[in-house]
């Protein structure tokens, strides 16, 4: 878990990512569930600017790091579909990096649709696992590498289909838009590791690092729509 909370700082600390959680927090209300919640940064920015934030992560153990980390909010352990909400007693729904790693996420959709109240907004966010671009001196072996990491979780193109998501599940006003995150430098190199990198593919990609060479990027989809009955 520790590693896990390690890469998700690293990259919640970045300016593109301090940008896309502003996106994602528009027009959610004042009592808003986040869903895979993870180490609650996002439950504690809601809380601070007075929002009833409610943070859901099935990592018991992430719950509890929240929990130390951002008093002002509220933390369950709970699955996304199953919330543990009454039906229609949230503004906002707010689903960041988590629909990835459900086998099938139209039923978190659709427990988003359930807890949200008429006019309510939904909002999905997080990267597609086949679309990871690395500037390589082995192009084969990053693309093998990419496609590997994506097999490793349940749902990895889940974000093409977030709108779609929306839409099946009685969404309206559906918006979707890319936002990219990008690294030239060594701060990637752990999510580099993470994503299998090892011997000389990964010594490649720290050189590149040092001499100002490293091009990382990763798309972000991000999906919304409203409950309007």
């Known amino acids: ?76 352990v709970a699955d996304a579909a199953s919330l543990p909400l009454p039906d229609g007693s949230v503004t906002g729904y707010r689903a960041d990096k988590v629909l990835h790693t459900l086998a099938d996420p139209g039923q978190a959709v659709g427990e988003a649709r359930r807890v949200l109240a008429p006019g309510g907004r939904a909002v999905l966010t997080g990267q597609d696992w086949d679309t990871v671009l690395i500037d390589s001196d082995d192009p084969a072996r990053t693309r093998a590498l990419v496609h590997a990491r994506a097999d490793r979780v349940p749902s990895p193109r889940v974000a093409r289909r977030y709108r779609n998501l929306l839409l099946d599940n009685g969404f309206t006003d559906v918006t979707v838009e890319v936002r990219t995150a990008v690294w030239t430098d060594g701060a990637c190199l752990p999510m580099l590791a993470d994503l299998g990198g090892d011997g000389a593919w990964l010594d490649e990609q720290a050189t590149r690092a040092r001499e100002d060479r490293l091009f990382v990027a990763i798309p972000f989809v991000v999906a919304a729509g409203v409950r309007r009955q």
């Open 1 to 76: 878990m520790s590693t896990l909370l390690a890469l998700l700082d690293a990259f919640d600390d970045r300016p593109e990512a301090r940008d896309l959680r502003e996106l994602t927090y528009r027009d959610l209300g004042t009592t808003v569930v986040d869903v895979g919640c993870g180490g609650g940064r996002a439950v504690g920015e809601l809380a601070a600017r007075g929002v009833r934030a409610i943070g859901v992560d099935l990592n018991a153990a992430m719950v509890e790091a929240a929990a130390e980390r951002w008093p002002a909010g509220e933390f369950h």
